[in-house]
């Protein structure tokens, strides 16, 4: 039987801590505060708000919430990123996407100041990501797979890792930051040949392919760790991810459950990146 690697036991260390670095923010006279920017109702966006809403509370901080109608011009949201920006009150940012298709999602992401990216979504963010400069941010689900990996003190040094999906929000910056730690990365996508035999040689599997169930037992080996980022609901509204559990979880050494893995980590980072501006803006 496998180990099982909880978010949920991640995030209460991490909150732990959180609590404790926002009253010594708050004692030193820096309040930390988070602007959501959403455009239009999507039901997802607003419980993911509703989320970081309870989250911010429970750590003390602050959160301010932007909601522009679904047919806003680009202009206007570019008016209120640049606002933000400007506004020394807001240690970071998050805007919901994907944003409607008459914007340009690369001229909107672009426009907030990388210091304020907390979910890294800005060119200047990833290139930090890729030249390790610790002045950015990470997407937060790349960086929710090591803080899960942290936690239960996975050894990354030396290890081999394959990584499936190379997207820009979970596949290409977690193997940078694998590969910043000193593990062999094999990145892994739709044309990989060998995928199954790449990933049973891998001592630590994260898949982020967004395809439920691809992984079966033919991908797995004994005493490997498996970190399974996708999040896939069903009719009836139970989720599943890209790991077929039942079929690694007598095989592998240690696995993320789904739901209650990386998921549950994933908006906690990004309170944990909301209190690391704040503290740079302390300095
Ligand atoms: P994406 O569709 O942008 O990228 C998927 C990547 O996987 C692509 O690079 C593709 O080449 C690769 N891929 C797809 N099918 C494959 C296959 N059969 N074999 C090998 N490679 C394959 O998806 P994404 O945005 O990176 O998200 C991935 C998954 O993670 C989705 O299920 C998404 O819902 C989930 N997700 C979870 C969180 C979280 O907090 N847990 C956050 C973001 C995304």
Redesign the pocket.
């Known amino acids: 039987m496998a180990t099982l690697l909880k978010g949920p036991e991640v995030t209460a260390a991490l909150n732990a801590k959180l609590v404790k670095q926002t009253a010594e923010l708050k004692a030193g006279g820096v309040y930390p505060t988070m602007a959501m920017v959403r455009v239009g109702e999507r039901e997802e966006d607003i419980s993911y708000e509703r989320g970081a809403v309870k989250r911010c509370q429970h750590i003390g901080a602050a959160i301010r919430q932007y909601v522009l109608p679904l047919d806003a011009t680009q202009e206007s949201i570019l008016a209120v990123i640049q606002n933000l920006n400007a506004d020394p009150t807001v240690h970071g940012v998050l805007i919901f996407r994907p944003l409607p298709p008459h914007m340009d999602d690369a001229v909107v992401r672009n426009a907030l100041h990388p210091s304020k990216d907390l979910d890294g979504i800005s060119n200047a963010s990833l290139s930090y990501v890729f030249s390790g400069i610790s002045t950015g941010f990470p997407p937060c689900?790349a960086q929710?797979c090591l803080e899960i990996i942290d936690y239960y003190g996975i050894g990354l040094k030396g290890r081999k890792v394959a990584v499936?999906?190379?997207?820009l929000?979970?596949?290409k910056p977690v193997s940078m930051m694998l590969l910043d730690r000193d593990a062999t990365v094999t990145i892994?996508?739709?044309n990989?040949a060998n995928?199954p035999e790449i990933c049973r040689a891998a001592d630590v599997l994260i898949v982020?392919?967004?395809?439920a169930g691809?992984v079966d037992q033919s991908f797995l080996s004994p005493g490997q760790t498996v970190i399974d980022?996708?999040?896939?609901p069903d009719a009836s509204g139970k989720i599943s991810g890209?790991v077929l559990f039942d079929q690694a979880e007598p095989v592998v050494g240690a696995i993320t459950p789904v739901p209650g893995g990386?998921?549950a980590v994933?908006t906690t980072v990004l309170i944990k990146h909301l209190v690391e501006a704040a503290r740079r803006n302390l300095k």
């Open positions: 689900t929710a499936i999906g190379r997207s929000v979970v596949g892994c996508h739709r990989t995928l982020a392919a967004g395809q691809i980022v996708g999040i896939h890209d990386v998921g994933t």
